[in-house]
Each structure stands twice: as structure tokens, then as C-alpha cells.
């Protein structure tokens, strides 16, 4: 709509998916959480295993638009719409979120690492549909960390957005998973940082190198919102931050 008001896309026929129900709903099963593309935002909000299990694409619901975008605009929408500044991506990533994409010819699944391929390039064919979005249940029980860095706490589109989940055992780092927005042409998940912390313990020196290795694994550019130096000194201090914690913990 912002496009077609803004002349940006012509005026021509268009597909109402809204009552499709086959892209409806939230399934809870032993290992997954499967919600239909079609979920809002308000519902991501409202479910309880959601909130309790993935408090950060909740908190990226509760922090995307004003409440009218939280009622009408859809999970599926904002990872097609394909935005690198959008706030679920990240927690969608940290979460090891994996798509399932249906056409006439069947139905394929592939993780939502791979989707993003370049900006606003995505692995998804013309006649396919986004049907749903999945997320494995975590056996071990994880911390979770959101930012979402705005010019304002409210209606602001992201400077950087970042998502962090993290499990640790015996002072060492079982599992990590670190997450950007709006740092890089797509939304971006850093596997050589979380190389850097994985199994290491929690140390200054550990917290060091992964600061290090971001600063060479995001690629922030000038834009109207903000500078690349800036985006890439909150994103260390994000990270930064996000370890401290889980090390003080
Ligand atoms: C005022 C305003 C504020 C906003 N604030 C934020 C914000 O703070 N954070 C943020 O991340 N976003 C924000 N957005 C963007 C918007 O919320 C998201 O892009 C929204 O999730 C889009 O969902 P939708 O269902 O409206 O998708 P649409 O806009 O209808 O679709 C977006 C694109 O995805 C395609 N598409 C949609 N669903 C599917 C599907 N199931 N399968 C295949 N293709 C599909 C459409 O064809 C289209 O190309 C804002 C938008 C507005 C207008």
C-alpha cells in the first residue's frame, strides 16, 4: 500500500491472500512451533508458547509499526517484503526459523538463513506462496537478548536490530546464535562471531574477538537513518553487551 500510494508500483490487478486459511494459524507440536504466514503480529504477541519460548520475535511484534500494523500486517509479509531494517528477522534467525514454501507443484522447506540472497533477492519462485514459518522448540533452555535501535522508542524504522540466543553449561558457551538488521543488504545471521564463542568460556579475551570478528562480518552503509560508523559501534556495543550479561548471570 505504501508503495502503490507512493507511485512506486503500478495500478493493476492484485491477490488478496488475507482468507486463505491454509497460511492461518499457530500449531504447537513436541519439536515445533508452525506458524501460518498469515499470522499477525498481535497474534505472535498473544500466544503464550510464543511468548514463552520466543520472547524476541514477541518483542519484535510488539516493536514493528504502531497497532493497526501489529493487527493487519503479517510475519509472512515482513520476511517477503524482504526489508533488511525489519525487526522479526533477526529473532527469526537466532531461532533457527526454517520456511515452508508451497506452489501447485507441492511443498519444499528450506532454513530462513538461506532466503535472503541480496537485497530484496529471495529464494522463493514466482508462483510459490511463503506457507509457513517454523520454529524448533529449544531442548536446552536459552537466554535471549532483543535491541531494536530506533531514532524513537515508537513507530521507527530500525538504525540496527539485533537478536541474540545463547545456552551455557559449565561456564563455557553451548549454544549461540547472533543476529543483525539494517547492518547489511539482508538480514543477517554472523556464524564466524558465534565461531568465536562457541565452547569458549565467557571471558574478556572471548568477548574481544567476537567484538573483532563483527566488525568484519556486517557491512553497515550511510543511509537517511544513520552512519555506518555509528551502526557498526552500536552493533559491538550490542554484542558487547548481550555477552556481558550472559557472563554476569
Ligand atoms: C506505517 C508502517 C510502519 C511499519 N513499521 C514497521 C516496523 O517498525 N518494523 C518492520 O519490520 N516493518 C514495519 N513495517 C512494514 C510492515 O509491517 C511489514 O512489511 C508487514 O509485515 C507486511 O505484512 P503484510 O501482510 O502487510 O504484507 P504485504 O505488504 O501485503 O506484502 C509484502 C510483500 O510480501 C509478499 N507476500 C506477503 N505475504 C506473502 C506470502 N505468504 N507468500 C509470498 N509472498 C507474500 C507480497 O506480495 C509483497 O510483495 C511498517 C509498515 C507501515 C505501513
Known amino acids: 500500500m505504501v508503495l ?16 486463505l486459511q491454509e497460511l492461518r494459524g499457530i500449531e504447537v507440536t513436541d519439536e515445533y512451533v508452525t506458524l501460518g504466514a498469515l499470522t499477525t503480529y498481535t497474534e505472535v504477541q498473544q500466544h503464550p508458547v ?6 524476541m520475535l514477541c518483542q519484535a511484534g510488539k516493536e514493528t509499526g504502531g497497532i493497526a500494523i501489529q493487527n493487519r500486517g503479517t510475519l ?7 526489508s533488511p531494517a525489519a525487526d522479526s528477522p533477526p529473532a527469526l534467525l537466532a531461532y533457527d526459523a526454517e ?23 529471495m529464494e522463493i519462485a514466482p508462483n510459490e506462496l511463503l506457507r509457513a514459518i517454523r520454529l524448533p522448540r529449544s531442548a536446552a533452555p536459552l537466554r535471549h537478548y532483543y535491541r531494536k535501535v530506533g531514532t524513537r522508542k515508537a513507530q521507527a524504522i530500525s538504525k540496527v536490530c539485533f537478536a541474540g540466543a545463547a545456552n551455557i553449561s559449565n561456564d563455557q558457551v553451548r549454544t ?19 565461531a568465536k564463542i562457541q565452547n569458549q568460556p565467557l571471558n574478556d579475551q572471548t568477548i574481544q574477538s567476537a ?13 537517511i537513518r544513520s552512519s555506518r560508523d555509528y551502526r557498526l559501534q552500536v552493533s559491538q556495543n550490542l554484542l558487547q553487551d548481550f555477552l556481558l550479561q550472559l557472563k554476569t548471570s
Open 4 to 19: 502503490l500510494e507512493a507511485g512506486k508500483l503500478p495500478h493493476k490487478n492484485y491477490l488478496n491472500i488475507w482468507h
Open 50 to 55: 510464543l511468548r514463552a519460548e520466543f520472547p
Open 76 to 82: 509472512g509479509g515482513n520476511i517477503v517484503n524482504a
Open 99 to 121: 520456511l515452508e514454501l508451497i506452489s501447485k507443484a507441492g511443498a519444499r522447506q528450506i532454513p530462513y538463513s538461506k532466503f535472503h540472497t541480496g537485497y530484496k533477492q
Open 176 to 194: 549461540i546464535r547472533i543476529a543483525f538488521g539494517s547492518v547489511a543488504p539482508i538480514p543477517i545471521r554472523c556464524w564466524q562471531t558465534e
Open 211 to 223: 567484538i573483532d570478528s563483527l566488525a568484519t562480518e556486517i557491512a553497515p552503509i550511510d543511509d
